[in-house]
């Protein structure tokens, strides 16, 4: 009897073991950290949408973002903000120099925020991609997201709509009218948009009872940073730039060169990276394709709807992959022009040295001095005297030399057997002008 009592006790033991154990490794789940670095574009969101992704496939309870960056583009912001909402794990927004701008609204969408004693959130003001304040409707549209961001954590909006309206009146925090308000960690300690300040990262592990907890640090992949660098709202116009003008160039080359190479390299770089960040399909690649094959194919088809089509579907084919058609649009007139410009300095200063403007441009020029002449060049009459036969009117006829020649005057009138003079000689047009009294027919 002892011995089913001690068997069943050592059973019932193990038993409960088992179901408290999931609760032990729960206490001990891992931490992910994931890094919000540098500008905010269109790559980030991708590597977030990956890192978070893991954290949830881990089992983990509480991801960590850890927030150094002076903002960036908002509607990258706007799906990134999305990303934390739809999560469901803790999320902590842990600013460990500055969240400005973009920074600001991404961290407002967190669960909680700490801060470092040197950090500072805020300065939300929109601007362009000139640097210019934005259009009042999209002042509107952001001031009441960061409202809305605010409200959604549970923090007063006012100061929020303060740091993207530069209007609204904050001097005690140094941020009159006509300044974004920028808060310091212990200021916003004070109005709650903090919820505690930290010296460290292993610090704030210790605030939030996660010291025993194992720290899985996400960072980007090679392919990411590439990725997050080409789809940079400055970077993109620079690569369609280098990729019009040298393809532009390359058409005219004998071969396939160094111009064919960079442009080819440009437009390759710049779908690999929108394709990494999730921004461009196979189907913009494949009208790419198709527009580059009908453009080589007006060469040899008349018309030239051939090359209008292919111009269309290269055009196409880059808004199409760049997610944000306005912004693309902009950079895609930015190529043009540099290409254009581009191609008039070329042929310019370096046309008649390099081989390959022979087929675009007419080198040799109908002059004297090239040999061209469209009749005998009277040049041996310059300084002669003569009579003219008829008024000038301005042209008429002279006699010079016993010979009656056709000439014109320098416009004005030429009475009938006056002296004449030749003053110019071009092809078969003689100039003349009234001789001088001191001038006479030797």
């Known amino acids: 009897m002892r011995k089913i009592r001690l068997i069943s006790s050592t059973l019932l033991l193990m ?21 919000i670095e540098d500008t905010v574009e269109k790559g980030l969101y991708a590597f977030l949408e990956r890192a978070i992704e893991e954290a949830e496939a881990a089992g983990a309870q509480t991801i960590i973002f850890d927030i150094d960056t002076p903002g960036g583009l908002v509607d990258s912001a706007s799906n990134i903000s999305e990303l ?13 120099n500055e969240a400005l701008s973009a920074g600001a609204f991404i961290a407002l969408h967190a669960d909680e925020i700490y801060m470092v004693p040197s950090g ?23 001031i009441t997201a960061m409202k809305s961001a605010a409200e959604s954590s549970g923090r007063d909006p006012k100061y929020a709509i303060a740091m993207a309206n530069k209007e609204i009146n904050m001097p005690e925090y140094r941020a009159p009218t006509g300044k974004f308000l920028t808060l310091s960690a212990n200021e916003a300690l004070e109005v709650e948009y903090s919820e505690g300040t930290v010296s460290s990262y ?5 605030t939030l009872n996660l010291s025993d907890s194992q720290t899985v640090d996400v960072n980007e992949t090679l392919a990411e940073e590439v990725a997050r660098f080409i789809t940079n709202p400055f970077i993109v116009p620079i690569l369609l730039s280098i990729a019009s003008l040298g393809l532009i160039v390359e058409l005219y080359s004998p071969g396939f060169g160094i111009a064919g190479t960079m442009g080819l390299t440009a437009i390759g770089l710049f779908f690999f ?21 009908l453009i080589f194919a007006e060469f040899f088809l008349p018309g030239g709807i051939a090359g209008i089509i292919g111009l269309a579907l290269i055009i196409g084919s880059i808004l199409l992959a760049g997610g944000n058609v306005v912004n693309m649009g902009i950079s895609i007139f930015i190529a043009l022009i540099v290409a254009i410009l581009g191609m008039v300095i070329i042929v310019k200063f370096f046309g008649k040295k390099i081989n390959m403007f022979n087929k675009m ?28 036969m008829t008024p000038l009117r301005p042209s008429g006829t002279i006699m010079l030399e016993g010979e009656r020649i056709d000439a014109v005057t320098e416009g004005g009138y030429v009475d009938a057997g006056k002296i004449v003079k030749v003053i110019k000689v071009e092809g078969s047009r003689i100039v003349v002008r ?6 006479e027919i030797k």
């Open 202 to 206: 292993e610090d704030l592990l210790a």
């Open 361 to 388: 441009i007419l080198m040799d020029a109908t002059d004297t001095e090239h040999g061209y002449v469209s009749n005998v060049n009277r040049v041996e009459l310059l300084g002669k005297l003569g009579k003219s």
């Open 15 to 35: 038993i409960s073991f088992l179901l408290i154990l999931p609760s032990i490794t729960e206490s001990a789940s891992e931490v992910y950290r994931i890094p």
């Open 84 to 96: 934390l909402d739809n999560t469901p794990l803790k999320t902590i927004a842990f600013i460990n």
């Open 120 to 142: 500072l959130i805020g300065a939300a003001g929109v601007i362009e991609s000139s640097g210019n304040a934005a259009d009042l409707k999209a002042q509107s549209a952001w």
């Open 273 to 293: 990276g929108h394709l990494v960040a999730g921004l461009a399909g196979l189907e913009s690649i494949i009208l790419f394709i198709i527009g580059i094959v």
């Open 434 to 439: 009234e001789a001088r009294e001191e001038e």
